[in-house]
């Protein structure tokens, strides 16, 4: 598979970046543990089918000493007995706010209210611009049909 344009070359596409990883940068310094924010990032690409995110963000949860079982379950999270109740929490947001589009209310108030158990007001500020973020990656990478294999954890700098 190729991409449709080498999206990592092009110079508006550049600039796109920069904001996109600045609001990444932001984020994880905003107190969201990094485990919990990799499995967001990791759920959200299944769902989206972004071969690209999921490959990058699987090695690097890897790289920061996530397990190879939790990673081989976070696709079926909700069977899985390897997450604690905050992560649960953070799943499902990131299930509901991938496919915001295909509920009419949006996000559920029980969603929100169990994961405002968990999580304070600056975390869960940082969850849902974090679900946004990976989700605006995911768009782009799948629109350009951007190839997965190739990443290597901190390639990106």
């Not at 990656?137 to 049909?145: A, G, K, T």
Request: charged share 20%; aromatic share 8%.
């Amino acid at each position: 598979m190729e991409s449709r344009l080498d999206f990592f070359g092009n110079a508006l596409a550049g600039k796109v970046m920069r904001h996109l990883n600045s609001a990444g940068k932001a984020l994880a310094d905003a107190g969201l543990p990094s485990t919990t924010a990799e499995l967001v990032k990791i759920r959200a690409s299944q769902i989206n089918g972004c071969g690209f995110c999921t490959d990058m963000h699987t090695k690097d949860a890897a790289a920061d000493g996530e397990t190879q079982q939790r990673l081989n379950l976070v696709a079926v999270w909700r069977e899985a007995t390897v997450f604690d109740d905050a992560e649960r929490a953070a799943l499902e947001l990131a299930e509901q706010g991938t496919r915001v589009a295909d509920a009419h209310g949006g996000v559920p108030d029980e969603v929100w209210a169990n994961a405002a158990k968990y999580y304070d007001e600056d975390q869960l500020v940082a969850l849902m611009s974090l679900i946004a973020v990976i989700n605006a990656y995911n768009r782009l990478n799948v629109m350009n049909r951007q190839p997965a294999g190739g990443y290597r954890p901190g390639m990106f700098g």
